[in-house]
């Protein structure tokens, strides 16, 4: 029903920049895209949720990136950014996009989340 695609990762040196981006395209009807959010994983670590965004575009970061990470949207286009400055080697990870989708059946609303691939991103020291 919805495919997140993201884009925007790759290497970059210390205290440079970064734009990932999350596309939702959507093949079924009645279907609706709530909060989005950025999750990264690094080897050996959790999964850990850095930025969310509701529908209404209210936002909320993780601490480890407050400050330097920057979430947005842009509703009409089912994308969500995330605009990452001032890296450090520790924001190394896997980065994951998420979105809380919302469609409607005989059965009433419903919901899932769903997830794209992941895109690497490594910073240097």
């Known amino acids: 029903q919805v495919q997140l695609v993201e884009s925007g990762g790759g290497l970059v040196q210390a205290g440079g920049s970064l734009r990932l981006s999350c596309a939702a395209s959507?093949?079924?009807?009645?279907?609706?895209?709530?909060?989005m959010g950025w999750y990264r994983q690094a080897p050996g670590n959790e999964l850990e949720r850095i930025a969310h965004?509701?529908?209404?575009?209210?936002?909320n970061y993780a601490d480890s990136v407050k400050g330097r990470f920057t979430i947005s949207r842009d509703s009409a286009k089912n994308t969500v950014y995330l605009q990452m400055n001032s890296l450090r080697p520790e924001d190394t990870a896997v980065y994951y996009c998420?979105?809380?989708?919302?469609?409607?059946?005989?059965?009433?609303?419903?919901?899932?989340?769903?997830w794209g691939q992941g895109t690497q991103v490594t910073v240097s020291s």
């Open positions: 965004i509701t529908a209404g575009g209210t936002t």
């Open positions: 959507i093949s079924r009807s009645s279907t609706r895209i709530n909060n």
């Open positions: 998420n979105a809380l989708v919302a469609y409607s059946d005989s059965n009433g609303l419903n919901e899932y989340d769903a």
